[in-house]
């Protein structure tokens, strides 16, 4: 099924199965791709058209596990150590040593962390500010992929594009067309598989003074991303801070949150009820 066209009836109920179970959204001038990430998988599992594919999502017993496989097809795992730093930087250097002076063992989540290097970059900023066993780092994502490839702790060029010279002296060692990031790191995260749009799965992480969910509610509507919102703003300790993309602003967003600047990085903080 290569080159398939997904006629309009079919993209609509497939694209808003999809924005339902998976949160990703996809606009009528979108239908192009969505097709292309489809066909391959629909026509791997034996299915002739877009439309059967769609009533085994739909209906199949076994539809929960297709839509895990098919999560893979459609996300964007872009991603690199060090990205939008300023933020990380003040977390780890700032907030969380603030909060271990005052006897807190501070709670942080990285809420899509694709393969690993944003938490990963928390983990060895924390390290340098001498706190990281003094912190419960969680990561999680939809893909299962990223998130064993993130455990495997190998990364190749494009991931290590922003990565300072002395962190990767400090924590990574040389490897055939990449780096090893060192096993300490790796092993100081819990890492989850967790779908953001699944409220009930994210109660069960338990609160955080840190939330960071950065460059992945521009996959969402606004629809989704109020509601992931709410998920995330109930994971928050009271004055607990939630990190998003720098292309990213809730402020058109019902939260109890105020955003506030420090060193040009922006953070949305919950307020005492
Ligand atoms: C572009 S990456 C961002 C990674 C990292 N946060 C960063 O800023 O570099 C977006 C990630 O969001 C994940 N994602 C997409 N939809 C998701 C969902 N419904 N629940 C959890 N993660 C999701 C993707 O698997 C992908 O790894």
């Not at 929960?64 to 003040?90: G, K």
């Not at 109660?203 to 003074?209: E, I, R």
Request: glycine share 6%; hydrophobic share 45%; net charge negative.
């Amino acid at each position: 099924m290569t080159g398939v066209q997904l006629s309009h009836p079919v993209f609509a109920i497939l694209s808003a199965l999809i924005e339902e179970r998976l949160g990703i959204h996809y606009g009528m001038e979108d239908r192009e791709l969505l097709a292309d990430k489809l066909a391959p998988r629909a026509a791997e599992r034996g299915f002739d058209s877009l439309l059967d594919y769609y009533y085994f999502l739909r209906y199949d017993e076994r539809a929960e596990s297709e839509l895990t496989h098919l999560a893979e097809a459609l996300v964007v795992n872009e991603t690199y150590f060090f990205r939008e730093a300023p933020a990380l930087e003040l977390t780890a250097g700032s907030y969380i040593p603030e909060l271990v002076r005052q006897g807190v063992r501070p709670r942080v989540w990285c809420a899509a962390c694709a393969t690993g290097e944003e938490p990963l970059t928390l983990a060895m900023l924390l390290d340098a500010a001498e706190v990281l066993d003094a912190v419960t780092l969680v990561a999680s994502d939809i893909s299962r992929r990223a998130l064993s490839r993130a455990q495997e702790g190998v990364y190749l060029r494009r991931s290590l594009r922003a990565l300072p010279a002395y962190a990767a002296g400090r924590w990574f060692t040389p490897i055939e067309n990449g780096m090893r990031i060192e096993r300490r790191l790796t092993d100081a995260i819990e890492w989850h598989r967790i779908n953001l749009i699944d409220a009930g799965a994210i109660a069960t992480l338990g609160d955080f003074d840190i939330v960071l969910c950065r460059n992945v509610l521009i996959y969402f509507s606004d629809t989704t991303v109020q509601r992931v919102l709410d998920s995330l703003t109930n994971a928050l300790r009271p004055n607990g801070r939630l990190i998003v993309g720098t292309s990213e602003s809730l402020l058109r967003f019902e939260s109890p949150l105020v955003c506030e600047e420090r060193g040009g990085a922006f953070f949305y903080r919950k307020v005492q009820p």
